[in-house]
């Protein structure tokens, strides 16, 4: 039997995309992925997560949806958009299969039987996909960890050329960071960085309504 993991990185930012990728491999592949030291991305320093995110890559077939700020953004519901680029993810990796496919997907919603259910409604092939969604899969299933590897890595790579692009290093893009913090307070409101912040995020919006204010008085 075949399986499909799928995961995100970057959800929680206020600066930069989302990423979700899947993996898919054989059951017995799971022997290979630990073998590598496999595990939640969260878990690995960077340069082993790298090695290992480049082995991956090489050897099993993967694919990757990035979700600019603009569409975060423009969804009312953040855990559709993921549903919906869930499904894309499982619907390209199935495109060629004719057999049974297990896809275990680390679910970001509180709701595991909804969210299960908005993503299959949108599976091209559900005569041989079964879902499995569940909290921590990222760290319970090795394909579900080798895919948080990969997403991860993406995500480093997005916010990397972003920081070369606008010649600004603004940290980690998490509202907690203190450089990004300094960052937003400064730059928030400026043109050329529109398209790379997530304006539905309370963080900013709490900028912008604090900036009305002090205008207003």
């Not at 990796?93 to 970001?108: F, R, Y």
């Not at 091209?124 to 899969?137: D, F, L, T």
């Not at 050329?192 to 900028?207: A, G, M, P, V």
């Amino acid at each position: 039997m075949k399986l499909i993991g799928v995961d995100d990185a970057g959800r929680g930012p206020v600066i930069g995309p989302m990423v979700l990728a899947g993996v898919l491999i054989k059951s017995e592949d799971k022997n290979i992925l630990k073998e590598w030291g496999v595990k939640d991305s969260k878990l690995l320093p960077p340069k082993k997560r790298r090695e290992i995110s480049e082995k991956i890559k090489k050897r099993f077939k993967h694919h990757v949806e990035v979700t600019l700020p603009s569409e975060i953004d423009g969804s009312n519901n953040l855990n559709y958009t993921e549903a919906i680029k869930a499904a894309m993810i499982i619907n390209k990796l199935t495109k060629t299969l004719d057999e049974s496919v297990e896809a275990i997907l680390d679910c970001p919603s509180v709701n595991l039987v909804a969210w299960n259910e908005d993503v299959f409604k949108l599976i091209k092939k559900p005569e041989i996909v079964s879902m499995r969604c569940e909290h921590k899969a990222d760290k319970n299933h090795l394909v579900v960890s080798a895919a948080s590897i990969i997403a991860k890595e993406r995500r480093e790579k997005e916010i990397k050329k972003l920081k070369k692009e606008i010649g600004v290093d603004f940290g980690s893009g998490y509202p907690s960071d203190p450089k990004t913090k300094e960052f937003l307070k400064e730059n928030y409101n400026k043109f050329e960085y529109k398209d790379i912040l997530r304006f539905s995020w309370n963080t900013i919006k709490r900028l912008i309504k604090n900036e009305n204010q002090r205008k207003l008085f």
